[in-house]
């Protein structure tokens, strides 16, 4: 019942959050992925997404998508080997709360002071992917929040 309990809390949140409303329905079956995804928004929503270098545990790792231009800029990162600030956006996404869909705004995260290392890459028609490791100082910190335009 605890469980559940947080997640009417989240929702609240995220609903208020999305100036929308909803019935709570005591018996609905939420799949641990919605739970998940509505903690995510939840988290972002009230800024505790967000991290210091003490709390991750291992050097995190994403697949990015570049055009040849992106590539270019992309590989000169790499190759300086510097730190530097890495910004990463995420477009409009979709949560589900009590069963109902509900859009929510397009995310930007920072990652800072990093430095990026390829793992590897794979030519895709007109994309370029890369797996890349990320290695972070030791004053590594990083922020999500949403794109929202007043």
């Not at 939840?42 to 998508?65: C, H, N, W």
């Amino acid at each position: 019942m605890l469980g559940f309990a947080h997640y009417v809390r989240r929702a609240r949140n995220v609903l208020r959050y999305l100036r929308q409303s909803a019935q709570i329905d005591i018996f609905a079956i939420i799949p641990a992925s919605d739970y998940r995804a509505l903690a995510r928004v939840s988290d972002i929503i009230e800024g505790k997404l967000s991290y210091q270098r003490s709390q991750v545990t291992a050097p995190p790792e994403m697949t990015v998508g570049c055009t040849v231009e992106e590539e270019k800029n992309l590989m000169e990162i790499v190759r300086r080997g510097s730190f530097s600030v890495l910004k990463q956006t995420e477009p409009a996404s979709l949560v589900t709360i009590y069963g109902k869909k509900y859009e929510v705004p397009p995310t930007t995260s920072y990652y800072s002071p990093v430095r990026l290392h390829i793992l590897s890459k794979k030519k895709k028609k007109q994309i370029v992917d890369f797996r890349l490791r990320i290695e972070m100082a030791d004053n590594f910190t990083s922020q999500t929040f949403f794109d929202v335009q007043q």
